[in-house]
């Protein structure tokens, strides 16, 4: 008796083993999916450290949650977005575009190109001078593809980039850091406010076009979030805690006209190329109902000074809070690293509500069939 079960657990082990060394075979940079990310600061993971702006977020307490408890460029305490769908998917982060780490097999991991501060337009965010604007991000992905290509030849390039997943994150700073920057800014002046997405959706149609004839074939769109709700809102436009009403008015009209937009290019391509994620409902059930979420302040946030901590950068003299997973915003802008988690988790498994046409799990096993 006693022998079989040395023989049956030693069976299992073998099995284990087995199993085991198949997964680490199979998760080797041939069989892994590639992950590109294009956008702003929600899902920038340093890029921005390697430039001359004020937009960067590579200093305590930035960071301080990571694994590495080292600021990264990450707008986050801990891990942001893009780092919870790289592990979804059972891949390892994506390096900065710009980082000098990215060479040889870290390339077919996939890049971020994402830089903090930018938006759809060209003139947005222009207060933090040298960022990388969407056009040139774009540009970036061509000559990372060139790059690749002189790695593994240009067929094996291709089956990459058409199989690798893409998240784009846009939007935001086109209201924050452009049309309500200042009262009376440049384009508040052009256009009221409903004319004014309209344009900033008609530009974004041309972006995610450009990034479908790049070679990308799932692609993410994140909507704008709860922008009115954000800390710095509610320090600079709030006289109750309430979230600014014009604000949200913005996200609300942006948000279902990038539905519009995915859907009609998704006709136009006769795929579901595009998929739309609705991060302001997302954001919006954990700022409504902290508390269902462990949140114990959608509010205040943990890094910053004045009123909700909502005024300023995150330095190392600010507030700062000591259990950063009691908090739904790190900084006056940002989700802390347990709300990027929930966020992620809707993306992965969220209803239609939430994710259209479909969630990311779902996408990701009609991907597996497709043998992409
Ligand atoms: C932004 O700049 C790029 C490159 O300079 C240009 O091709 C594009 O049309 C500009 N976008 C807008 C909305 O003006
Ligand atoms: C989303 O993903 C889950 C799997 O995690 C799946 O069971 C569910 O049916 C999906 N929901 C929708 C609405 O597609």
Redesign the pocket.
Known sequence: MATTMVLQSYHINAVIILILAFTTSFKGTEAQRAFFVFGDSLVDNGNNNYLATTARADAYPYGIDYPTRQPTGRFSNGRNIPDFISEAIGAEATLPYLSPQLNGQRLLVGANFASAGIGI??DTGIQFVNII?I?RQLQYFQEYQQRVSGLIGPARTQRLVNGALVLITLGGNDFVNNYYLVPYSARSRQYSLPDYVRYIIS?YKKILRRLHDLGARRVIVTGTGPIGCVPAELAQRSTNGECSPELQRAAGLFNPQLIEIIQQLNNEIGENVFIGANTRQMALNFITSPGAYGFVTSKVACCGQGPYNGLGLCTPLSNLCPNRDINAFWDAFHPSEKANRIIVNQIMSGTTEYMYPMNLSTALALDSNKNI
């Open positions: 337009l060209n604007r056009f530009e």
